[in-house]
C-alpha cells in the first residue's frame, strides 16, 4: 500500500529555507579547524615520544643495560609504524588539499 505524499512537500513548503544554502559559520569552521589542528600535533608528539623512547632504549641496550631486547624490538616497531602512519596521514591531507586547489569554482 503506498503512502499519500502531503501537498506541502511536493510543493517546496516544508524546507527550511533559512538554513539552505547557507555556509557554515565562521566560528563552527574555526573549532573544526582547531580540532584538527590539535588532533594531528597530538599525533605527531605521540609519534616523536616513541622515537625518543626507541632511540633510549636501543641506546641503553648497547651499553648493556637492557636484559630484553625483545622489547627493544617492539619499541622500534612501534615507532616505525606510528611514523608509517603518520606520513599517510600527511599525504592524504596533501593529496586531499591538492585536489580542492584543482576545483573550479
Known amino acids: 500500500m503506498m503512502e499519500r505524499v502531503s501537498p506541502d512537500i511536493l510543493s517546496g513548503n516544508s524546507i527550511d ?4 544554502n547557507k555556509p557554515a559559520s565562521q566560528a563552527y569552521r574555526r573549532d573544526m579547524v582547531q580540532d584538527f589542528k ?11 615520544g616513541l622515537q625518543k623512547n626507541a632511540e633510549n632504549m636501543t641506546q641503553k641496550m648497547v651499553a648493556g643495560d637492557v636484559e630484553d631486547i625483545h ?4 619499541a622500534a616497531e612501534k615507532a616505525k609504524i606510528a611514523f608509517r602512519f603518520t606520513m599517510e596521514v600527511k599525504n592524504k591531507i596533501m593529496s586531499a588539499y591538492q585536489e580542492l586547489q584543482r576545483m573550479q569554482i
Open 17 to 20: 529555507r533559512s538554513t539552505k
Open 38 to 48: 590539535t588532533l594531528f600535533s597530538d599525533s605527531i608528539k605521540k609519534t616523536v
Open 71 to 74: 622489547q627493544v624490538m617492539i
